[in-house]
């Protein structure tokens, strides 16, 4: 399908996509909080990432994000810090 096909052709250039939205992660979304390391949510980028390119849902990246924190994570963060990170995510 044509999102497998672009994320597939897209492998080389998808750093920038990986640092924009590993930033936000860390910068914004960072449940744990506490001055954790940069590359602390580099395992949540690519599942991220394959979101936006399948154009999900905003509710999607944000259920995506909700469960990660919460029973991932074991950190859950606030509706309010998740819209603005899913938004952030959305306009990438």
Do not use: N
Not at 11 to 29: N, P, Q, T, V, Y
Not at 62 to 75: H, K, M, S
């Amino acid at each position: 399908d044509y999102a497998r096909h672009r994320f597939a052709r897209d492998a080389e250039g998808m750093s920038a996509d990986f640092r924009s939205i590993r930033k936000i992660l860390w910068e914004e979304w960072d449940p744990i909080g506490c001055g954790v390391p940069a590359d602390e949510y580099d395992d949540y980028v690519g599942p991220t990432l394959r979101l936006l390119i399948e154009k999900a849902p905003r509710d999607a990246v944000a259920a995506y994000l909700r469960e990660t924190a919460a029973d991932t994570i074991g950190c859950p963060v606030s509706e309010e810090k998740l819209a603005q990170v899913v938004a952030k995510l959305m306009a990438l």
